[in-house]
């Protein structure tokens, strides 16, 4: 890391090439199996300043509220990597990690958990890998990625200016990506590698909650479904524009 990876599709130093770059399995150490493990601890900070607006709900009322603290929170974020020789010739890797994810949350009842108060997003990516020494200069690799993706996005939500509910939106979705390489040893000193990782979509499917909080007095002034529905609509357009929304801090 202190690197700044620098080198890392022609480096193959360790068993973490499964990921960037697989053709360089077949430069580790021949008849012996390869393991590299190791854990990122991640301390995102956000924090959030009021400097004089004053939200009000949908009938005019001011809402009140705090700043809602940090919203960033400690993460420990872990990967592992394994390569087996399968022959002189082929080895097999097997990578895990989370390439990306992390989450803001800010407190219940601050000024903007109308906008948001959690977006928490995870993904976990296994790796499964193989490489062919084709000769002792040129050598090539290919892999699979499956990924799975875990949402949840949570606000409070206006039940027509009457009283104030908790919102959650949860999805999750898994997909199929792949990733290749080549690896050259052109002088002693010298090596070249050339890496490619596909792209992944998603369509996260899961379910969307309503829930009334607090001691506001209760008015069922529209169904529960048209509410729903008036808070998706609204969701959809806020994630468009909203930070924490778009991604987590």
């Known amino acids: 890391m202190g690197a700044a990876y620098a080198g890392s599709a022609a480096v193959a130093e360790n068993a973490s090439t499964v990921f960037f770059n697989p053709a360089g399995m077949a430069w580790l150490e021949n008849g012996k199996v390869h393991l590299s493990v190791g854990i990122a601890a991640i301390q995102p900070s956000a924090k959030f300043t009021n400097n004089g607006s004053q939200p009000v709900?949908?009938?005019?009322?001011?809402?009140?509220?705090?700043?809602?603290?940090?919203?960033?929170?400690?993460?420990?974020?872990?990967?592992?990597?394994?390569?087996?020789?399968?022959?002189?010739?082929?080895?097999?890797?097997?990578?895990?990690?989370?390439?990306?994810?992390?989450?803001?949350?800010?407190?219940?009842?601050?000024?903007?958990?109308?906008?948001?108060?959690?977006?928490?997003?995870?993904?976990?990516?296994?790796?499964?890998s193989l490489s062919y020494k084709h000769n002792e200069t040129t050598a090539f690799g290919f892999g699979l990625n499956f990924q799975k993706m875990q949402g949840e996005f949570t606000r409070s939500a206006n039940y027509a200016g009457l009283a104030e509910g908790h919102a959650k939106l949860t999805g999750s979705d898994t997909a199929w990506g792949y990733n290749f390489g080549a690896m050259f040893q052109v002088s002693p000193a010298t090596r070249v590698g050339l890496s490619y990782r596909s792209a992944i979509k998603y369509r996260l499917e899961g379910s969307a909650d309503l829930s009334r909080t607090g001691n506001a007095s209760w008015m069922p002034c529209s169904p529960p479904l048209d509410a729903l529905a008036r808070w998706l609509g609204v969701f959809g357009h806020q994630a468009a524009r909203h930070p924490d929304l778009q991604r987590p801090a």
Do not use: C, H
Not at 58 to 74: E, F, K, M, T, Y
Not at 92 to 118: C, H, Q
């Open 57 to 128: 709900s949908i009938l005019g009322a001011p809402i009140s509220g705090g700043n809602g603290g940090d919203a960033g929170s400690l993460a420990w974020v872990p990967d592992a990597y394994v390569v087996v020789p399968i022959d002189e010739q082929i080895s097999f890797g097997l990578g895990m990690g989370a390439p990306f994810g992390l989450k803001t949350e800010y407190d219940s009842n601050w000024i903007g958990r109308f906008m948001a108060v959690k977006s928490d997003v995870k993904t976990l990516n296994l790796n499964p």
